[in-house]
């Protein structure tokens, strides 16, 4: 069956960076697109970023552009946040999901707080 | 960005009862490839979301067949035939067609 694990979610200050990861079983991984999608008490549901299964297309929002990167190792069935220059807006549970249009398949969320 | 504005916000059903939740976009949401990629998702309390329907009407497997959703252009539906006390959740209808992909705001529907 699909299982997505994020991990890497922690307490850290404005202006510093952080990790995440996603680590997919039971699908072929590279055959797919994944998503980051955040959710805040403030802004509700936010889809924040993609990558297609080669790595070649790849969307941000305009909350996160510049910041955020988002990449993948279909070696290791594994998708990965790096979000730098944090702020406290960006405080969240994040998700990730297969595919963009249609995230069928969500993992259980890791919990960022930004906070001095 | 597309604006996907849910009614209600809060939906009090009882148990048994039909619900309806409304979902309308600020823009038309038929991708160049002719799909409507409008999709909907339930999130239990202390859960993650769960889809429930994609592309507009077809339902998920495992999905019980008092969901379903319908509707076209801008304006879009879920309704559940008879509520049931496992359905207690927050409802979002999500569209999938124009980047930045958007959610609506939720619904929540209580016993």
């Keep these: 069956q699909v299982q997505l694990v994020e991990s890497g979610g922690a307490l850290v200050k404005p202006g510093g960076s952080l990790r995440l990861s996603c680590e997919a079983s039971g699908f072929s991984f590279s055959g797919y697109y994944m998503s980051w999608i955040r959710q805040s008490p403030g802004k509700g549901l936010e889809h924040i970023s993609y990558v297609s299964g080669s790595g070649n297309d790849i969307k941000y929002a305009d909350s996160v552009k510049g910041r955020f990167t988002i990449s993948r190792d279909n070696a290791r069935n594994s998708l990965y946040l790096q979000m730098n220059n944090v702020r406290a807006e960006d405080t969240a549970v994040y998700y990730c999901a297969r595919t963009a249009r249609l995230l069928e398949y969500w993992g259980q969320g890791t919990v960022v707080t930004v906070s001095s | ?34 799909i409507t990629y409008l999709n909907w998702f339930q999130q239990r309390p202390g859960q993650s979301p769960r ?17 379903s959703g319908s509707g076209s252009g801008t304006d879009f539906t879920l309704e559940i035939s008879g509520v049931e006390a496992e359905d207690v959740a927050l409802y979002y209808c999500m569209q999938g067609t124009h980047w930045p992909f958007t959610f609506g705001q939720g619904t929540r529907l209580e016993i």
């Design chain 2, 1 to 34: 960005d597309v604006v996907m504005t849910q009614s209600p916000l809060s939906l009090p059903v009882t148990l048994g009862q039909p619900a309806s939740i409304s979902c309308r976009s600020s823009q038309g949401l038929v991708y160049s490839n002719g």
């Design chain 2, 51 to 67: 889809r429930l329907i994609y592309q507009v009407s077809n339902r998920d497997s495992g999905v019980p067949d008092r969901f």
